[in-house]
């Protein structure tokens, strides 16, 4: 297994690691490094959770380090990080300062939604390392506060959630403004057409590493799925949080609206919860995810794109309210438990109408996600029926080659036909908390030594 201190890393860094108890690098970690120090371009396929912002911060803040050429000028940053949401770049920017511990480099993270001056201030003493939003830092090259044609190296990070969220064109409007001779990482969790155009306009000869969809959604996570009623979700989210093994949860929704009411829902439960989505206000949002990391809050409620850049090692539980459409983003979503080593569980709520977002998440896990059975909310109605057209798919599906495709979900006939239904595991137990054994798993996770570095 390779170590940190195989990857040719500064003594200062390798020092930070340590202090940290980081010892064994993830796998974008030790495959990035060592092309990244060398000054290669990077496509990197990863999600959430894989170590990415490592895997880019330690080779630049050892290029930077070793090209210095002494104090870093007013409004000139050698290197630009570029982040989708606000609350990514306050996580970014925290793990640089970590790192960097040991090193004379200045970062500065810039968004929107709060006052500049403090932000323009930081800029004008001067700094190595901005990491930003598309917006606020547009508005201030506008103002002049800030110049990139000093920038040598340039990462983009989850460009498919700047997609999603319609900054591509500010991302090119930022990106004429660099030079071309760079160093430039592009990260993206997914790679549609538009994506990989973007790649190739931005890259030089890129190395490209991938982590598999399938690692981000480690063994040690333990995925159900339970079928309830639209109108009794709530009631079966109460229902669980009575097991007091649900310490810290992240509660998914789809809208802000929905948000809103589970938290107003589990508020008057006399449950510490807290709310983040894009209607918030900046300092709402960082008060309720300060609350939720310092153990003030046992739930944090969210909806997805609030919550990117969310990254706690000790959340115990992800809860799936609502099932995204994208079933990308379900591996996001569970991605924010077990993490560090530790263990953790993903609970889905599936209603009627969500059934076909089970069936895409399976394919995109290559795993069928086990039923749980054993709570007072079950809609024995869903499963009945998803059973009922699972046995007729059984029936036409008796040969050995199509049992070997629909053991995969791969074929263009399974895929139509899972959409229709996808048989699932059962899992009938006693009660919603864990056994016995899972209880042990758990605690070994918490026990584990700090090894893997995974922000």
């Known amino acids: 297994m390779t170590e940190f201190s195989e990857l040719n890393l500064i003594e200062p860094l390798q020092k930070a690691l340590l202090k940290q108890g980081y010892t064994v690098p993830t796998a974008i970690q030790a495959k990035s490094i060592p092309y990244l120090i060398k000054g290669r371009d990077l496509l990197g396929v990863a999600q959430t959770g894989t170590g990415k912002t490592a895997a880019f911060s330690l080779p630049l803040l050892q290029i930077i380090t070793k090209s210095a050429i002494g104090r870093p000028k007013a409004g000139k940053p050698r290197a ?64 002049k506060k800030i110049s990139l044609n000093g920038i040598e190296f340039y990462v983009l990070d989850e460009a498919d959630r700047m997609l999603d969220m319609g900054f591509i064109r500010d991302v090119q409007k930022i990106t004429k403004q660099i030079p071309k001779q760079r160093q430039t990482l592009l990260f993206s969790a997914t790679m549609p057409t538009e994506i990989a155009t973007l790649a190739r306009g931005l890259l030089n000869n890129p190395v490209k590493i991938e982590i598999d969809v399938q690692s981000t959604t ?19 989210l109460s229902y669980i949080l009575e097991d007091k093994e649900v310490s810290r949860a992240l509660v998914f929704t789809r809208t802000k609206h929905g948000a809103n009411r589970v938290a107003k829902h589990l508020e008057q439960e006399n449950i510490r919860t807290g709310v983040i989505h894009g209607n918030k206000s900046q300092n709402a949002r960082q008060n309720a995810l300060k609350g939720f990391k310092d153990g003030k809050l046992r739930i944090l409620v969210a909806t997805d794109i609030a919550a990117r850049g969310i990254d706690i090692d000790s959340v115990t539980h992800v809860i799936n309210f609502d099932l995204p459409n994208e079933p990308e983003t379900y591996v996001h979503r569970i991605g924010r438990t077990a993490r560090a080593g530790l263990g953790g569980q993903a609970i889905s709520f599936c209603d009627e109408e969500e059934r076909e977002y089970l069936y895409d998440i399976e394919r995109i896990i290559r795993k069928l996600v086990d039923v749980r059975v054993d709570h007072p909310f079950h809609a024995q ?8 057209v699972t046995r007729k798919s059984n029936n036409r599906s008796t040969s050995g080659s199509n049992r070997e495709k629909n053991r995969k979900l791969s074929s263009s006939h399974k895929k139509k036909s899972a959409k229709r239904g996808v048989k699932h595991g059962v899992t009938e137990l006693k009660n919603i908390k864990f056994s016995s054994s899972r209880k042990k798993r758990s605690q070994r996770g918490r026990n584990k030594p700090k090894s893997v570095l995974v922000a």
Request: proline content about 2%; cysteine-free; hydrophobic content about 40%.
């Open 381 to 388: 109605n869903i499963k009945d029926a998803e059973e009922s």
């Open 80 to 143: 630009l990080i570029l982040t989708p949401t606000r609350e990514l770049a306050i996580q970014i920017g925290d793990s640089i300062q970590t790192y960097s511990r040991f090193l004379s480099v200045v970062t500065t993270t810039i968004f929107g939604g709060v006052s500049q001056i403090k932000q323009v201030a930081a800029l004008n003493r001067g700094v190595d390392i901005v990491v930003s939003t598309p917006g606020r830092l547009l508005d201030l090259m506008n103002q």
């Open 218 to 236: 480690a063994d040690r996570i333990d995925q159900h799925v339970l079928f309830v009623e639209k109108s009794k979700k709530r009631n079966l």
